[in-house]
């Protein structure tokens, strides 16, 4: 039987995809098998065993070593091949959005990225993602034999799914990366992951000042929710790159997306668009972000921030 | 100005076939494009900054985001 292969370097993303992709072969006839790349891979087979793939092709061979996307696309092609994969899923990380590429070329394979949505529709997968600076959504279907999906994480749920047979196979694979890497450092300033968040304060320009965002942070504090940004707000280095949200930044997904002192533009809100909850607190009634929050508070940050923040102390 | 000249110069338009490449088959068709639908709430709190806080942490409690 043909399969649906499914990877990502990031373990909860390939769960999410398994989960998903279990679902989705039932619909298409396909069977659901797992990848897992790199150091700590034969730990991940359970795991994704448990999300549902009946096969986890597992490789720790030290080349995977950083995922670098060369190498995986060509262990994936070569994996691909064994499975007799008829589609797969790469995460539509920042690593799988180098590799989903790359795997679709050596497979002769079409490419989606960033893919937001997936349905079987007339024995065909249909596959939505942002168009347009993020405007509209573009459904579209890939006519090739073989088919490549960069999926967003939390396109899919974990909840609910059933395990598969989990069957490992540790296959020999010959690859090798073009990449030397001559050093690999933490970096600096913060680190936040918004894809995973489940609460996200967004701010804005609504803040006139840096020190301002304390603000921000209490708030965030108050709700056990993680700070995102607009583009503006880093590009003024208030706050890192890494807590942009939107075109430039993160596709996030969260409970609750609450954004403070955002007006609203199409570039910020195509990153949250995901979101369960939206809420927005804007002095101008007039803001786009209203249009498409589920709730709403009218009034300057500057007092309502505090407010919310006092009245969260009792929760 | 420069902008006004560029306007009169002539235009090279070129076809594939012109540049020796062959158009490649589509490998992906677009079944639709369209703005996306958000299913919304759009409820706007009024009152005073206390006033509305109370009501929107009311909100989320019944949301099952608070209070979980």
């Given at each position: ?14 769960r ?5 992709g ?27 065993a448990?999300?549902g ?6 490789s720790?061979?030290?080349?995977f070593?950083?995922?670098?996307a060369d190498a ?5 092609a070569q994996?691909?091949d ?14 799988g ?9 050596k497979l ?12 079987a ?27 490549v ?7 899919f ?8 047979a ?14 030397t ?8 300033g ?8 489940p609460?996200?304060?967004g701010v804005?320009r609504?803040?006139n000042?840096?020190e ?7 708030l965030?504090a108050?709700?056990?929710a993680?700070v995102?940004?607009t ?13 942009i949200?939107?075109l430039?930044?993160?596709?996030t997904?969260?409970d ?9 533009q ?33 009034g300057?940050?500057?007092?309502v ?5 006092e009245r969260?102390?009792?929760? | 100005?420069?902008i006004?000249?560029a ?12 540049i020796?490449?062959?158009?490649p ?6 079944v639709?494009?369209?703005?996306e ?9 009024e ?8 009501a929107f942490?009311?909100?989320?409690i019944?949301?099952?985001v608070?209070?979980r």
């Amino acid at each position: 039987m043909a399969v649906l292969l499914v990877y990502s370097e990031k373990i909860e993303t390939a769960r999410e995809l398994v989960a998903g992709g279990k679902e989705l072969g039932a619909a298409l006839g396909l069977g659901v098998s797992a990848v897992a790349l790199g150091p700590g891979a034969a730990a991940a087979a359970s795991e994704l065993a448990a999300a549902g793939a009946d096969t986890v092709y597992v490789s720790e061979d030290a080349a995977f070593e950083g995922w670098p996307a060369d190498a995986v696309a060509a262990g994936l092609a070569q994996i691909a091949d064994l499975a007799g994969a008829a589609v797969v899923f790469v995460g539509s990380t920042r690593r799988g959005k180098e590799t989903a590429p790359r795997l679709a070329q050596k497979l002769g394979a079409g490419c989606v990225t960033d893919v937001n949505g997936l349905a079987a529709e007339g024995g065909e997968l249909v596959a939505a993602r942002y168009a347009f600076g993020g405007a509209t959504v573009a459904r579209e279907k890939l006519t090739t034999p073989v088919k490549v999906f960069a999926v967003m994480p939390k396109t899919f749920s974990v909840e609910g799914a059933t395990a598969g047979a989990g069957k490992v196979e540790s296959p020999t694979l010959n690859v090798e990366s073009r990449v030397t890497v001559v050093d690999r450092r933490a970096k600096e300033g913060d680190h936040v992951n918004l894809d995973a968040a489940p609460l996200i304060v967004g701010v804005g320009r609504g803040f006139n000042a840096r020190e301002d965002l304390a603000l921000g942070d209490q708030l965030a504090a108050a709700l056990g929710a993680v700070v995102g940004c607009t583009k503006s707000l880093a590009d003024f280095e208030w706050l890192g790159e890494d807590r942009i949200i939107g075109l430039s930044g993160a596709k996030t997904a969260p409970d609750l997306y609450l954004g403070v002192g955002v007006s609203g533009q199409i570039q910020h809100t195509v990153g949250v668009a995901g979101a369960k909850l939206i809420a927005a607190v804007n002095k101008d009634k007039e803001a786009p972000i209203f249009a498409m929050a589920d709730y709403g508070l009218v009034g300057d940050l500057y007092e309502v921030v505090p407010a919310l923040v006092e009245r969260l102390k009792s929760v | 100005m420069q902008i006004m000249k560029a306007k009169s110069k002539p235009l090279q338009v070129w076809s594939l076939a012109d540049i020796g490449i062959e158009a490649p088959a589509q490998v992906r068709e677009v079944v639709s494009n369209l703005a996306e639908e958000q299913d919304r709430k759009h409820i706007l709190f009024e009152g005073t900054a206390a006033e509305q806080a109370d009501a929107f942490v009311d909100a989320l409690i019944r949301e099952g985001v608070l209070g979980r």
